[in-house]
């Protein structure tokens, strides 16, 4: 089984219905005036939650502007709050076995919902719906608007084709009256399902990500908070090559094929496209058929275009698994099916 680096997560969704105005998210905020917000929210781990309040006043008086105080409160529940795994396995078992009886999947999103928010006040755990809940709360009491905004999260092991299961949560949060994106559930670490655990490593790849990108591996329910002029339908997001947080990271995504099945022939070419803000002369292939895993490395080159490119002949036909890698790292996955 492959070790895939990205967040795993599926909990339940409460759908929020509210029309919005929304505008075009500007380019991501200068990240070198937020330091001092980083150095204010490692001031209080693990500070009780049974006051939000008295948290978010400690975390943002001492900042000036609203950028720097949602900033600080979005590293602290990410440096705080531990994505249970546990919690997050029993309720896919529990939704997927339930999948067909509405009455008795309600009843269980019923009963789950209160499990969540206590193993969150009792021991800082919790799933995604934790995360957005922490933030809106902690970002209201600094009159900061915010919202929970549900739908499909994509991972490797959800969301890849088929009609799609809601099962993730994140937020929108208005700064100098414009919203952004961010899900501090996928900032704030990884779980790797091999080893039944989660492992706190921050990344910025989703804090106030620019909306194309967030959209992704994100989808809400309620397409106005793309954030976006145009609406990517669910079965493009569906169907698209499968993205991981890394190449958010390394501002490292896929040009074309525009999907992620990819349909070749044998001993033919097929050419990925990808962008790059600096040079990249190879990448690691890491193909994968049945149990047989094959790592190359491969030659790219670039078009006058500014996108590099890759050219691949598979030798044999057959469907494939096909992983990019860069500094170690999976960026970008496609499935090919090879014909003679």
């Known amino acids: 089984m492959i070790r895939y680096n990205v967040l795993k997560v599926l909990v339940t969704v409460v759908a929020i219905h509210c029309a919005v105005e929304v505008s075009a998210q500007p380019d991501y905020p200068d990240m070198d005036v937020l330091g001092k917000a980083d150095s204010i929210a490692s001031l209080y781990p693990k500070h009780t939650l049974t006051d939000l309040k008295s948290l978010s006043q400690k975390l943002t008086e001492p900042l000036s502007t609203d950028t720097e105080k949602f900033r600080a409160i979005y590293r602290w529940v990410c440096s705080n709050i531990e994505n249970d795994y546990g919690l997050y396995t029993k309720n896919k078992k529990q939704r997927e076995k339930l999948r067909g009886n ?15 928010f206590r193993k969150l006040l009792d021991e800082q755990k919790t799933v995604c719906t934790g ?27 959800a969301n890849v084709g088929g009609e799609g299961i809601p099962n993730h949560s994140w937020n929108a949060v208005k700064l100098d009256d414009r919203w952004y994106l961010c899900d501090a559930t996928w900032s704030s670490g990884l779980v790797d399902p091999q080893k039944q655990g989660f492992m706190q490593q921050y990344s910025d790849s989703y804090f106030l990500t620019t909306p194309s990108d967030f959209a992704r591996n994100h989808h809400p329910l309620d397409t106005a908070w793309l954030l976006t002029a145009e609406k990517q339908t669910l079965n493009e997001f569906l169907n698209a090559p499968l993205i991981y947080r890394e190449a958010l990271d390394q501002n490292v995504l896929p040009s074309s094929p525009e999907t992620f099945n990819v349909e070749a022939k044998r001993k033919e070419p097929v050419q990925f496209q990808f962008q790059s803000p600096g040079p990249v002369d ?8 049945g149990s047989s895993v094959t790592n190359i490395q491969s030659q790219a080159y670039k078009r006058d275009n500014g996108m590099y490119v890759i050219d691949y002949a598979f030798p044999h036909k057959g469907t494939y698994v096909l992983h990019f890698r860069m500094k170690g790292a999976y960026i970008f996955t496609y499935e090919v099916k090879v014909s003679k």
């Open 102 to 116: 509405a009455e008795e999947l309600h009843a269980w999103n019923e009963s789950f919902g209160p499990r969540v």
């Open 282 to 289: 190879r990448v690691e292939l890491q193909i994968v058929k």
């Open 131 to 157: 995360y957005a809940y922490l933030i809106r709360e902690l970002a209201k009491h600094a009159d900061i608007p915010c919202e929970i905004i549900n739908g499909y999260g994509r991972t490797a092991q």
